[in-house]
């Protein structure tokens, strides 16, 4: 099974600042004929308050030419209260997700494996989506198969047992949560995107895997936090032994960085947002 992991491709019906960059993972993608696509997130520019976005991303999407799975970003259906209070995340941006690119958690199967996505913007918010999609996790996590997980926001930075990043990760509270429910099966994925690098991180058995944007990176607005900044997606070849990956990082793609029309495209952000 040959499955392609892209990542942030930031697709707006205004700002075409980065749309030379995805045209050309698309144009990559679609040659290499994959059984699989999954976006971790981001799909859209300002999704969250832009439905014409989303269904510009969704199109985008379509057009790749193979099935596809995604999972929303923050700029998809919105993030915690305290990150951004006029886009936080409520059920109104839920259902238009849900309505335009398809289902925010989901599971896929194939001889010996389970891949799950996950909805990572409804932890620590209090939405009743958050309870419902931790339970639905318990049953998803039921199986022998081996299982690789796809969100947007990764679990950590460095150490499953990290304090809080911020804007970067999955808090604390519902990331020991998921680890306890992720514990019960025979785990062996965690990719994710958000961070707009391409990293990976070896736990125990379980190989985390930050994915590269298709569209932007950020520059001093970012901290260090390892990887590498570029431009590109991943390809997994996975089979019943286990799986193998390589970065992506096509030539005519360079790093363009956010900072320069952060302010024009997302207005003023909290101090520790980028």
């Not at 040659?31 to 985008?60: K, Y």
């Not at 969100?151 to 499953?160: Q, R």
């Not at 058995?205 to 569209?215: E, K, Q």
Request: charged share 25%; glycine share 8%.
């Amino acid at each position: 099974m040959r499955i392609l992991q892209i990542s942030d491709t930031h697709i707006s019906a205004e700002h075409a600042d980065f749309s030379t960059n995805v045209e050309a993972i698309g144009e990559v993608v679609r040659a290499r004929n994959p059984d699989l696509i999954i976006n971790t997130g981001d799909l859209a520019m300002n999704g969250c308050i832009s439905p014409v976005d989303l269904e510009l991303a969704h199109n985008w999407q379509q057009s790749l030419g193979a099935p596809i799975f995604s999972v929303p970003g923050n700029h998809d259906v919105g993030d915690r209260p305290e990150i951004r209070a006029d886009q936080a995340l409520d059920s109104v941006r839920l259902d238009r997700f849900r309505q335009i690119a398809g289902s925010d958690r989901w599971t896929f199967d194939f001889p010996g494996w389970r891949l799950i996505g996950l909805n990572a913007m409804v932890f620590a918010t209090g939405h009743q989506d958050e309870d419902a999609q931790f339970a639905w996790l318990e049953a998803a996590v039921s199986t022998d198969a081996k299982v690789a997980v796809f969100m947007h926001k990764p679990l950590f930075i460095d150490e499953p047992d990290e304090g809080p990043r911020g804007y970067w990760t999955v808090t604390p509270e519902p990331r020991r949560k998921l680890l306890q429910i992720l514990g019960k099966c025979d785990l062996r994925l965690v990719a994710s995107g958000h961070l707009h690098i391409a990293r990976e991180l070896r736990h125990g058995n379980v190989t985390h895997i930050w994915g590269p944007a298709a569209s932007f990176v950020c520059g001093e607005i970012q901290e260090d936090l390892g990887g590498e900044r570029r431009i590109g997606f991943i390809d997994y070849t996975f089979d019943e032994s286990g799986f193998s990956h390589a970065f992506v990082f096509p030539e005519n793609t360079p790093a363009l960085p956010l900072d320069p029309v952060l302010d024009r495209i997302y207005g003023h952000q909290p101090d520790d947002i980028q």
